[in-house]
């Protein structure tokens, strides 16, 4: 860690400093999925709503609800307010995934430069080549599956 180009603006001072700025990184990987994963779902929603009350006749009465108040309006005045708020959401989303790459890129590069390997994947790659005793947990996917049940 000591020796290095000197372009990084922190060097961390020792391996807990490191493994918990990784463990910072990971949390924010985790909360940016977690995000986008809520978003989607909302745009889903709103895609649902949509598709629902397009048929309908504009002046038809419909029920939305605004900061927790259910208001009563028609159908073309709500309509375009789901189209658009649809919209944003959709656009919240491309920048969190964009966010979500550049993150992955930092971390992998964090990963690269600090020489980071996940024990889980040092295990599974392990445990194919030469079968690990009995602490390997996992679910068997594909061939290997096959195998394990017609061996029993």
Sequence with gaps: MAS???????????????LNMYESMRSELSQIYSNITDLEMQVSEHSLVINAIQPLDQSRKCFRMIGGVLVER????????VQRNKEGLEEVVRKLYETL?????????????????????????????????????????GAAAAAATSSQ
């Design 74 to 81: 028609t159908v073309r005045e709500v309509l375009p307010a």
């Design 101 to 141: 790459e550049k993150k992955k890129k930092d971390m992998s590069e964090f990963e690269a430069k600090y020489q980071i390997r996940l024990r889980k994947q040092d295990d599974s790659k392990e445990e194919g080549n030469n079968k690990k005793e009995g602490n390997a947990q996992g679910v068997l996917v």
């Design 4 to 18: 290095g180009g000197g372009s990084s603006l922190r060097e961390p001072p020792n391996e807990q400093a490191v």
